[in-house]
């Protein structure tokens, strides 16, 4: 008389469970944030490399001195002083100076009598004319802040300030900051100011009643950025360190050489610790776990990993990567993408898995990158055979150039991200707003109805691209 049957690991609530338990350890306490060059490093590769390994997925960095880990050296600039005086017609301005963090990416910045420029949510679309010389004041209440920040630095701006929604936001970014930035260790760049100050430091400087008419006018479409009539003197100075941190890259090898290969690709890394946070409890230990962000992510390449090999043998290689520092400008991908394993022409598609852990079950999944590749109309036969739509909408757009996805996509890798948690504007705005980047980024709080569903979706992804009979171009 036979056994009982196992459960179908194609179900939706095994895939759940399964995927729930890696996320149980990687965002547990024990490994401290996964930041990258401390102890909850090692610990997450070793059980990454250790999951992946019992999958059936084999190495392949194609270094024999580093089986499994690409090193990848990174530069940390580590805040060691911060000053900030503001005047207006040559009278001080007095702000209190725990209202203001500065930071420096090299030994020393300094912006000396620059004007204020009040930029709102404006970035990407100023240039260096409108910038140079001023320090830009931006808003941090909105998704696209780190690339606004980027852009306003890269098109020309003396210094950006950043005015944080409340207390807490400026608190938690105060600590990320002042443990330190990363950036490669071999690439030349030049020394960048910028800092945050409080809404009520704002207000000080600009006076309440014309900070919240500015504030007002900034989200209107025509608004062009407002000189303010103060001047700053801002500086800061760092400490530098070099820090060794790795990739995590694997592979399933397909039965046909030279066929090209399929990349699978999510960041291991998360901010480690990062400040405690009054009134939140338990949850309140000072940890950014990072379960949503990217546990989740992990967790769901693993669980893939597994399905695929148990599957027929596919005609390419599946190549899985957990990419370093993606939370510090996507360097472990920039790293991979100048020293790959393989050659990047060979691969003929991409997917990216980053922040999945949000969506209850439904049949909306968003594309991130869509348009950028010649991948969409396969995809969308796909999605559209596995019973799923896609929500089409300018919000998931703002998130292309934020994940590792992007970083491929520049060196003409076809990369997408297909996703349900990005399909659910309302559900990644309250945790944008809450939980993105903070210590309260548990497991509790991880939803994996929509992951679950999407895992479905990318084996039919992954097999269609990585056969030959249903993709044959390499």
């Given amino acids: 008389m036979n056994g009982p049957r196992s459960a179908d690991p194609n179900s939706l609530q095994v895939i759940e469970a399964d995927m729930r338990a890696h996320i149980a350890v990687l965002a547990s306490d024990e490994f401290e944030g996964r930041r990258p060059g401390t102890a909850g490093e090692r610990k997450t590769l070793s059980y990454l490399a250790r999951e992946w ?13 580093n089986p ?38 090299g030994r ?15 970035g990407v679309a100023l240039d260096q004319s409108e910038l140079a010389g001023r320090v830009a004041v931006m808003e ?7 690339v606004q920040r980027d852009a306003l630095l890269e098109n020309g701006a003396a210094a950006v300030l950043a005015i944080m929604p409340d207390a807490a936001s400026f608190d938690e970014l105060r600590q990320i900051r002042a443990n330190g930035a990363y950036r490669l260790a071999d690439e030349a760049a030049g020394t960048m100011l910028d800092g ?42 760092s400490t530098e360190a070099v820090v060794q941190t790795h990739n995590l890259v694997a592979k399933l090898p397909g039965k046909i050489p030279d066929s090209g290969a399929v990349l699978m690709m999510a960041h291991w890394d998360h901010f480690g610790m990062c400040g405690k946070v009054e009134g939140a409890g338990e949850g309140g230990d000072g940890i950014c776990n990072g379960a949503v962000d990217n546990a989740s992510g992990l967790a769901f390449l693993t ?36 020293d790959p394993p393989l050659p990047l022409e060979s691969i003929v ?38 019973g799923r739509t896609v929500e089409a909408s300018d919000f998931a757009a703002q998130f292309v150039k934020r994940q590792d996805g992007w970083v491929l ?10 996703s349900s948690a990005f399909a659910h504007p309302n559900l990644m705005r309250r945790y944008t707003n809450g939980r993105y980047h903070g210590p309260n980024d548990e497991i509790d709080d991880v939803e994996l109805g929509g992951a679950s569903e999407d895992l479905l979706l990318h084996l039919e992804l992954v097999r269609h691209f990585a056969n030959i009979s249903t993709h044959p171009g390499g």
Avoid: C
């Fill in 196 to 237: 945050a100050i409080t809404e009520q430091a704002a207000e000080t400087l600009i006076g309440a009643a014309q900070y919240g008419a500015l504030k007002l006018v900034s989200q209107q479409s025509d608004f062009r950025p407002a000189n303010i009539d103060i001047m700053a003197t801002l500086e800061a100075t």
């Fill in 140 to 146: 941090w209440d909105h998704p696209q802040r780190n």
């Fill in 108 to 122: 020393r910045s300094l912006v000396e009598g620059a004007p204020l420029l009040y930029v709102g949510r404006l």
């Fill in 53 to 65: 390994q019992a999958a059936g997925l084999q190495s392949a960095t194609n270094d024999p001195a």
């Fill in 303 to 338: 669980e893939l990993a597994k399905r695929l090999n148990k599957g027929r043998t596919l005609d390419r290689d599946v190549y899985f990567v957990a990419t370093t520092a993606e939370e510090w400008g996507l360097l472990g991908a920039r790293a991979f993408t100048r």
């Fill in 409 to 418: 996509l520049q060196s003409d890798v076809p990369t997408l991200m297909v």
């Fill in 68 to 105: 499994w880990f690409a090193p990848v050296e990174l530069a940390l600039w580590t805040q060691e002083s911060s000053a900030a005086r503001f005047t207006r017609y040559g009278e001080d301005i007095a702000v209190p100076a725990e209202q203001v963090t500065l930071f420096s990416s």
């Fill in 349 to 386: 598609a991409a997917f990216n898995v980053d922040t999945i852990g949000l969506a209850p079950r439904g049949d909306e999944v968003a594309i991130l990158g869509e348009g950028l590749t010649p991948l969409d109309t396969e995809v969308n036969a796909i999605i559209t055979r596995m």
